[in-house]
């Protein structure tokens, strides 16, 4: 961007300020200002930048998304593989317990019926006497 600095001079010197006074802060001002204000060719060179840069964030950010993704997948499938082992271990214990109990009950009846056995030839025995 460029400042009319002889503009800026010609209306300090009306302002009663002295020739090189205002020359030299027209010169000042053109400089500082010249330096500090960015044209639309700095602004679309700067876009552009930007806009590049976005575009490779947005893509690392989509790699890594994916990567996290896949990660998760493989660690949500080890899990589940994990699950179902245990979960058949379970099935197979309680299937044996189920077992254990049947045969106790089955024991049990045995024993219930040899007792009832037992006691009605002692009832027998006693009414015959």
């Not at 500090?36 to 998304?65: H, M, N, P, Y």
């Not at 993704?69 to 082992?85: K, M, T, W």
Request: hydrophobic residues 45%; charged residues 25%; aromatic residues 0%.
């Amino acid at each position: 961007m460029t400042i009319d600095t002889l503009s800026i001079a010609r209306d300090l010197k009306a302002a009663q300020l002295p020739a090189g006074q205002a020359e030299a802060i027209a010169s000042a001002i053109g400089h500082v200002i010249g330096d500090s204000i960015a044209t639309k060719g700095d602004l679309a060179l700067a876009r552009s930048d930007l806009s590049g840069r976005i575009e490779q964030v947005r893509l690392d950010l989509g790699s890594r998304i994916e990567q996290v993704r896949s990660d998760l997948d493989g660690r949500i499938e080890q899990v589940r593989l994990s699950l179902e082992g245990k979960i058949e271990r379970l099935r197979t214990e309680i299937e044996q317990v189920r077992t254990e109990i049947e045969r106790s009950r089955n024991q049990l009846l045995v024993g219930l019926v040899g007792t009832q056995i037992a006691l009605a030839g002692i009832i027998i025995a006693v009414i015959k006497l």
